[in-house]
């Protein structure tokens, strides 16, 4: 039982490249959204999945897209990157809305350049 | 939505016990309080929550005002790894996108 697993853990983007955040869960949750934290600062919620074929906004949803095509996956894509976006990311899942414990990834840390 | 007000900083001796409070006095009546820690670098940490009564568990105690504008996570013997930052969430256990993390309380727990 991994829990929640993200890659990668680092990477660097150039302004204007596109890249996907994997996150996967192996505890058969229905539950699960993205969160990012700047330095200093709380997660805020980016986007989120109530299940399969199902997602939507959170907090600060602008410049992401996500997709939840298996009840086990939920990446996360940048269109086209900006240094605002430089932050840790955090996938995290629930096992449904009865669940009180949001179970964390480590963490993806994303420099835009 | 219930946001909650923490201090940004506490420190507290190795053994001591650590008391984290944390204002909500907007909360209502559906909503929780949950309590999660972030150690350095890692993903935040489920600890505790409650609705009105007070909670225990193994790892800390959640004390809840009676009137629920308030609350106070306990730590009874805080060590060196208690050493993290603590947020204080409110929100409504059936709604997933309305669990806001603040900036939380850095604990410095010392030798």
């Known amino acids: 039982n991994a829990g929640v697993t993200q890659t990668p853990k680092f990477q660097v983007l150039k302004t204007g490249q596109s890249m996907t955040l994997q996150c996967a869960q192996d505890m058969n949750h229905e539950y699960m959204s993205w969160y990012r934290q700047d330095p200093g600062m709380g997660l805020r919620l980016i986007h989120y999945s109530v299940g399969a074929g199902i997602t939507d906004q959170g907090e600060v949803p602008n410049g992401y897209n996500v997709s939840r095509s298996t009840t086990e996956d939920f990446p996360l894509r940048l269109l086209s990157a900006a240094p605002s976006q430089t932050s840790v990311y955090f996938c995290?899942?629930?096992?449904?809305?009865?669940?009180?414990?949001?179970?964390f990834g480590e963490g993806s840390w994303l420099t835009v350049v | 939505d219930a946001k909650t007000t923490q201090p940004p900083s506490m420190d507290c001796a190795e053994g001591r016990a650590a008391n984290l409070p944390c204002n909500h006095s907007?909360?209502?009546?559906?909503?929780?309080v949950y309590w999660y820690r972030q150690i350095h670098s890692q993903g935040p940490q489920y600890i505790i929550h409650?609705?009105?009564n007070n909670e225990t568990n193994e790892m800390a105690s959640l004390i809840i005002t009676e009137d629920r504008k308030s609350s106070t996570l306990i730590l009874p013997h805080a060590t060196l790894r208690d050493t993290a930052v603590y947020y204080c969430?409110?929100?409504?256990?059936?709604?997933?996108?309305?669990?806001?993390f603040g900036s939380g309380t850095k604990l410095n727990v010392k030798p």
């Open positions: 907007t909360i209502s009546g559906n909503e929780y």
């Open positions: 409650g609705l009105k």
């Open positions: 969430i409110v929100g409504p256990i059936y709604n997933f996108n309305k669990f806001y």
């Open positions: 995290a899942s629930r096992i449904d809305p009865t669940g009180n414990t949001i179970y």
